[in-house]
């Protein structure tokens, strides 16, 4: 079924499991995307930045989850991410969107508090979920960069969940957008007395570079919403050079591009499966 991000995350939290949430770079990916999670048993999120929603069509994307979700029998959440415009969170939950998540980690404090109030009576009023985040993940993400992040702090995100009824809260406990070449360390310490603090299913962002042994511990740890998007783009990018590189010009986009998404496909289901604290193979990445 097509679901809302705090539908998922409540069952997730009652059977104490992290659902995956993965960026979808273009459409030909999300097809594959719900079928990785049908096969392991899971909901999943398919998440899109405002660029790639922009490019694909909103409602393009609406469709396809809707329409795949009930013919798969998958529960799907639909989530805009990293929304920093209120225009675009709204023409999001106006397509149909489930879930968005606005972005005002680089403002100051109080006028985070402010929008997020302002997006969450909008999305609540529409039927849709709101995440939000404290502190900041660094990295570059669709092409905005963090010279560095910044470590959530507890007091601050007491207050903020005190004054903003969000379903999902974005913490900075040391990850970076964009990593795939080397592991990052979590601040574990931060992220328990964080948990210990508020009642709120908590996200991790930059989940590529953050070491898979540290999954079950985010877990425990009331990680709720995991984010995985560098490792899918890189996934297929690797593969596409592959076929695309030593294939006939006349040859069907098809055969080029279903290895690429069986690569995405194949990353997805391994995630879910730790995450639901299955055994999975680590599935090769063409080089």
């Not at 995350?9 to 770079?25: C, I, R, S």
């Not at 591009?257 to 604290?277: E, G, Q, S, Y």
Request: with cysteine; glycine share 8%; charged share 25%.
């Amino acid at each position: 079924m097509y679901k809302t991000l705090a539908s998922v995350l409540k069952e997730a939290e009652e059977l104490d499991y992290t659902v995956g949430a993965f960026n979808a770079h273009n459409l030909e990916m999300v097809p594959s995307m719900i079928e990785a999670a049908r096969d392991s048993g899971s909901p999943i999120i398919i998440q899109t930045s405002v660029s790639t929603a922009r490019y694909v069509g909103m409602s393009n994307f609406v469709a396809v989850c809707k329409s795949m979700s009930d013919k798969e029998a998958v529960d799907v959440v639909l989530h805009l991410d990293h929304a920093k415009d209120l225009t675009d969170i709204k023409d999001a939950i106006d397509a149909g969107y489930s879930s968005v998540m606005f972005d005002g980690s680089l403002l100051p404090f109080k006028e985070n508090i402010a929008k997020t109030k302002r997006v969450i009576e909008y999305a609540h009023g529409h039927g849709a979920s709101v995440e939000a985040e404290i502190g900041t993940i660094g990295g570059t993400e669709e092409g905005f960069t963090v010279k560095e992040g910044q470590y959530t702090d507890p007091k601050d995100a007491v207050e903020f969940v005190k004054e903003c009824d969000v379903d999902a809260l974005a913490v900075g406990i040391g990850t970076h957008h964009g990593q795939f070449q080397s592991k990052t360390k979590l601040n574990f310490p931060l992220l328990e007395e964080i948990h210990s603090d508020i009642d709120k299913p908590l996200v991790v962002h930059g989940g590529t570079g953050v070491n898979e042994d540290d999954y079950h511990r985010l877990t425990e740890n009331g990680i709720r919403k995991f984010n995985v998007g560098t490792e899918l783009l890189v996934a297929w990018t690797k593969t596409a050079q592959e076929y695309f590189g030593k294939t006939e010009v006349n040859n069907s986009l098809r055969n080029n591009i279903i290895p690429c998404n069986k690569a995405v496909h194949d990353i997805i289901k391994h995630k879910i499966d730790l995450f639901m604290n299955k055994k999975s193979p680590i599935p090769a990445v063409t080089e």
